[in-house]
Structures are given as structure tokens and as C-alpha cells.
């Protein structure tokens, strides 16, 4: 079967424009792939930070409380 030649253009341009659009499309992708590895490593650097214990062990155990009087005093 032969395709006529303003056929061919009319088909040749909209595959151009697609191409266009994919190509834009993954570069995009590519740079919100980028800025989320960024925030990720941010993230689990703050989450570090927050879970550092006062004296530098990561033991887990929470630092027992002493006794503070019951009134006389503001957070």
C-alpha cells in the first residue's frame, strides 16, 4: 500500500512532535529522579541528626528524668 506524500508529512510531523514531548518528558523525570535522591539523603541525614542521643550513644534507651520540683517552672 502506498502512502501519499502529504500523508507521509502529515505523519512524519505528528511523530516528530511526540518525539518532541517524550523527550522533554524524560528529562524532566530526570531531574525530579535527581532533586529526590537530594532530598532523601537530606532527610536521612536530619533523621540522623534527631536521633543522636545528648551523649553521642546510639543506645536507644531514653535518659532518665530527675526529680524537678512540681511547680515553679515553665517549658
Known sequence: MFIG????????KR????DAIVTEF??????LRGEMEELRALVNTLL???????DGVHS???QPQT???K????M
Open 48 to 54: 540522623t541528626i534527631i536521633m543522636e542521643e545528648a
Open 26 to 31: 524524560t528529562s524532566s523525570m530526570d531531574d
Open 71 to 74: 511547680s515553679g517552672y515553665s
Open 15 to 18: 511523530f516528530l512532535w511526540w
Open 67 to 69: 526529680p524537678l520540683p
Open 60 to 62: 536507644g534507651a531514653a
Open 5 to 12: 506524500r502529504r500523508k507521509s508529512r502529515r505523519l512524519r
